[in-house]
């Protein structure tokens, strides 16, 4: 058999906001401060698992050199990485990575994972994907019901029924619930045989679009056709735009598993969380003497029960209960712990609105490093560049501001117009307005400079690209 991890990652984390944003997601954010991100924790929890092959990632094209870099030194190998030009939703995620799979293997078994949970018992995990392999194998589709701790309004439910016969582990769908009321799940708690439904899978390639055939035709037509025009650029395969459009917005569980007789799930009790809202990432982390989460500088007074997280300055509470404060560069969240799934309404607000804070932080990552606005002002900005070494910006020009840059660490190659020259430690220069340029480390440590920026417009859409080695 030749397993493929496939990990789905293509959600913004909206109810984790402002940690999770849309340039910058959840899955790229260490938010339990375990030291590895939750996309790498993903891969990182699967090694051990016999016979399994480089992972598939699907990802939302903006986050390529995201993935790229948080996965460049994962235990299974070089990642190829699925480009969707608009999200789609997990059916048709999961049908291009099984298009993808089979190019390579006939066999091909994927181990579908979701980028962004916690699983506190690896072990338990993957001897249940390896038993997931085995019925998979048989022609079975596999998902994971996670066996609850309590009645759970937030997760939907799977009703497990008779074990199935070769697979005794697994057990036969009698149906698929969706998220139930409170009362609901209580009852299905005291009753048994319910299981939160995890979006884990295990699943025979080509079995997987057999069924989709049948069920779904033109989700797998639309994603064939996306993977005919796709274009492959190294570990990048990019999604024809135009197909992959037209192609219908579904769920796995409604396109296929809800209406398919060979749908089963194993029982997983690993110490799951979906990390869906703060309140889930609060149940997943070891609270104080008073209750409370804390990460960052925080200072209490007469507080209990709360999840207090400050990224960039103090916070400090008296008297507070039962509450989520979140800090970061650019804003704070404050919010009820039971209110918390509504943070969602804010992100809609910052987006009709048109404010940055919905999809970027003040810290902006690019492939070549980041860039962060310290001060913007009238006709001036003043920004803190980090370029990674070996890497370059685009050859570009602006047509409304100029700049002066101030190398503080490592050494910068500037060009300027027809001039090429290298800058160290306290040199500066000046870029005038209409001037092309480039900026470039050559060295092996993070070169930093000061960026001051004076026009009469410093907008990130000002610049005209000449040439620039990640494709944009």
């Known amino acids: 058999m030749t397993v493929y991890p496939v990990i789905l990652s293509g959600g913004i984390g909206s109810r984790l906001w402002p940690l999770s944003r849309e340039c ?84 091909a078994i994927l181990a579908v994972f979701p980028a962004d949970h916690l699983v506190a018992n690896p072990d338990a995990l993957r001897a249940a994907v390896e038993t997931g392999v085995r019925a ?61 439904n995890s979006g884990m899978f295990v699943l025979q390639a080509a079995r997987y679009l057999e069924v989709l055939k049948t069920h779904a035709p033109d989700i797998l037509h639309a994603c064939e056709a996306a993977m005919e025009q796709a274009q492959r650029d190294l570990d990048f395969v990019r999604l024809g735009e135009e197909a992959f459009a037209k192609c219908p917005s579904e769920s796995i569980d409604i396109a296929v598993m809800e209406k398919t007789d060979a749908a089963v799930s194993i029982p997983l009790d690993a110490g799951w969380n979906d990390l869906g809202s703060w309140a889930t990432l609060m149940d997943a982390a070891e609270p104080d003497a008073n209750g409370n989460v804390i990460f960052g500088d925080v200072l209490l007074e007469d507080s209990s029960s709360n999840y207090l997280r400050a990224e960039s300055r103090l916070i400090a509470t008296v008297g507070l209960k039962d509450h989520v404060v979140v800090e970061t560069a650019d804003s704070v969240l404050v919010a009820p712990r039971d209110r918390v799934q509504d943070v969602k309404q804010i992100v809609s607000q910052l987006q009709q609105i048109g404010r940055s804070e919905a999809s970027e932080h003040r810290q902006v990552h690019r492939p070549w490093g980041s860039y962060e606005s310290l001060i913007v002002a009238g006709r ?93």
């Open 24 to 107: 910058w997601p959840k899955q790229f954010l260490d938010v339990a401060a375990s030291g590895r991100t939750l996309v790498q924790q993903t891969l990182d929890r699967l090694d051990g698992v016999a016979d399994l092959k480089a992972p598939l990632v699907v990802c939302n094209e903006a986050h390529r050199f995201l993935v790229a870099e948080q996965l460049r030194d994962n235990p299974l190998g070089p990642a190829r990485i699925l480009l969707e030009p608009v999200g789609r939703n997990t059916a048709p995620a999961i049908a291009v990575a099984a298009l993808q799979a089979l190019q390579e293997a006939p066999d």
């Open 136 to 196: 998979a194998a048989d022609g079975w589709l596999v998902t994971f019901g996670i066996v609850p701790e309590r009645p759970e309004t937030g997760y939907g439910y799977i009703e497990g029924g008779d074990a199935v016969e070769a697979h005794p582990q697994a057990q036969h769908v009698k149906q698929f619930v969706e998220k139930p009321d409170l009362a609901t799940a209580k009852a299905y708690l005291e009753n048994g045989g319910f299981f939160w």
């Open 380 to 472: 001036f900005q003043v920004k803190r560049i980090i370029v990674n070494p070996g890497c370059r910006l685009s050859l570009q020009q602006h047509h409304h501001r100029a700049e002066h840059w101030v190398v503080v660490r490592g050494t910068a190659k500037v060009v300027r117009g027809e001039e090429s020259f290298l800058l160290s430690e306290d040199q500066s220069t000046y870029i005038p307005l209409g001037t092309v340029h480039r900026l470039e480390n050559p060295g092996m440590i993070p070169l930093e400079l000061v960026e001051v920026q004076s026009g009469s417009y410093l907008g990130e859409d000002d610049i005209t690209r000449f040439e620039d080695v990640y494709g944009r």
